[in-house]
């Protein structure tokens, strides 16, 4: 790819990320966009050991790594908002004093209306 292939490509995929955004979570856009990112940097950097860097794919290759940490960031910011449904387990185990329904099961049986005398 030539530079500019590279940048409108980057450009794109960031539109895509931002659309994305707005329609589910921005860590998922933010994945979506780093795993094509990381594609064509693959592709880039196989070029740049078969070609060398007169086509300019050591240039691509730097703007797709700045890209790609950008997107980490914000994939890192995203995720930082984001609240967990259910908690660990050890955050909702009770901890302290024994609660009613925890209590031996002797304790807890009452007479159905019979004399105690059974």
């Excluded at 940048?7 to 707005?22: F, P, V």
């Excluded at 914000?74 to 329904?101: D, F, T, Y």
């Amino acid at each position: 790819m030539t530079p500019h292939e590279v940048t409108d490509a980057i450009a794109l995929i960031e539109t895509h990320r931002q659309a994305m955004a707005k329609e589910s979570s921005a860590a998922t856009a933010c994945n979506e966009a780093l795993r094509k990112l990381h594609e064509i940097l693959e592709r880039e950097r196989e070029a740049l050991q078969l070609r060398g860097a007169d086509d300019g794919h050591a240039a691509n290759v730097e703007a797709l790594t700045t890209e790609i940490e950008r997107v980490k960031q914000l994939a890192g910011a995203a995720g930082k908002g984001v609240k967990p449904k259910h908690g660990p387990a050890q955050a909702q185990k009770h901890v302290g004093p024994s609660r009613p329904h925890d209590l031996p099961r002797t304790k807890l049986r009452r007479t159905m209306g019979r004399a105690s005398g059974r």
